[in-house]
């Protein structure tokens, strides 16, 4: 029987309301065949047994063939599906029709489904819940993870193809929306020129890796410094005379109380960053080399007084994402 035969759900149960024919489908269910067998497991008479099948013979429900009764068991799904209602398709409000439809795959009652594996529909997808972002406002991360959970459960990897995809900028907690469609907004006034007298400088600084398991070494950037609250990988800047290897062992002492080991060197960061200060504007380009270390000895602390750290955790590498934390961290960590 296909589909368009099915009996629809009112008929269905009426087939099934009576006992002797309701026995004989179980009996089927169970994997019985042979009329003897399903004389002995339906405890019905023969003739009874006979009226039952032919009924349901008539009604669709069972096939008799070669001396075996087989149960349409498709039957049921085929009813089900004649008597749902169609749903009427969402309006996500985009005009393109390869858009729309591609939202409608993805999107439904206002949550993604799954994130498309194709770059085209997930930028599509992407560009759409982005738009839930205004235009000029930062965000902490924390807000950023409850409008995103609302969307999708696994916010961090949505939040992360937002960034990665060039949609949503961060930087010390806070995110603010850089692409994506937008209504009504005129393009933004090209930045003038810089008033202030600049100055270039370059910065070297050396990191340690360290990890406990699932945990990673972290520590917090105190108040009064550039990201305060921010989390960093231990180490700091090289001084006049140190190799990069000497200075690193020394800020991981200064910074946690540990003391280690370096066993690998993992990658090198380059960033430039930008920030006026005492009458000038500063261009400043910093390469952090990031090593893998092991701790040899010491205990967890704070060494150093006034400094740039005011604080150091072991941090479980999954809840790293939430927190707000330097690119040298995201960059290592992959975040």
Not at 105 to 124: E, S
Not at 284 to 311: C, F, K
């Amino acid at each position: 029987m296909v589909a368009d035969d099915a009996p629809n759900p009112a008929a269905l149960v009426g087939l099934l309301a009576e006992d002797a024919r309701l026995r004989v489908v179980a009996a089927l269910a169970l994997g019985t065949a042979k009329p003897d067998d399903l004389l002995a497991v339906s405890g019905l008479s023969g003739r009874d047994l006979g009226l039952a099948l032919r009924r349901l013979e008539k009604g669709g429900l069972v096939t008799i063939a070669d001396g075996q009764v087989m149960l349409n068991a498709e039957v049921f799904k085929a009813s089900a599906r004649a008597a749902a209602p169609e749903e009427e398709p969402e309006d996500h409000g985009a005009a393109d029709p390869r858009e729309a439809a591609v939202l409608r795959t993805f999107v439904r009652g206002g949550r993604l489904l799954q994130m498309p594996v194709v770059a085209g529909k997930r930028r599509i997808v992407l560009e759409h819940i982005a738009a839930v972002f205004e235009p000029g406002v930062r965000y902490a991360e924390r807000e950023v993870n409850a409008i995103l959970r609302a969307w999708f459960d696994d916010y961090a990897a949505l939040r992360r193809y937002l960034v990665d995809g060039g949609l949503l900028a961060r930087e010390a907690g806070e995110y603010w929306r850089i692409g994506g469609w937008v209504a009504d907004i005129p393009p933004a006034p090209a930045p003038p020129a810089p008033a202030l007298p600049e100055t270039r400088v370059s910065r070297l600084a050396a990191h340690a890796l360290l990890r406990d398991g699932d945990a990673v070494l972290l520590t917090r950037i105190a108040a009064g410094r550039r990201l305060p609250g921010a989390w960093h990988l231990p180490g700091g800047m090289v001084e006049f005379g140190e190799t990069p290897a000497e200075a690193v062992v020394r800020e991981v002492r200064e910074e946690t109380g540990l003391s280690v080991r370096l066993t690998a060197l993992l990658t090198a960061d380059s960033q430039v960053t930008e920030y006026d200060r005492d009458g000038r504007h500063v261009v400043q380009h910093n390469v952090a080399l990031v090593y893998e270390a092991e701790i040899t000895g010491g205990a967890l602390g704070v060494i150093e007084v006034d400094g740039s750290t005011d604080a150091v955790q072991w941090w479980p590498v999954d809840e790293v994402a939430a927190l707000p934390t330097t690119q040298v961290v995201r960059t290592t960590l992959g975040l």
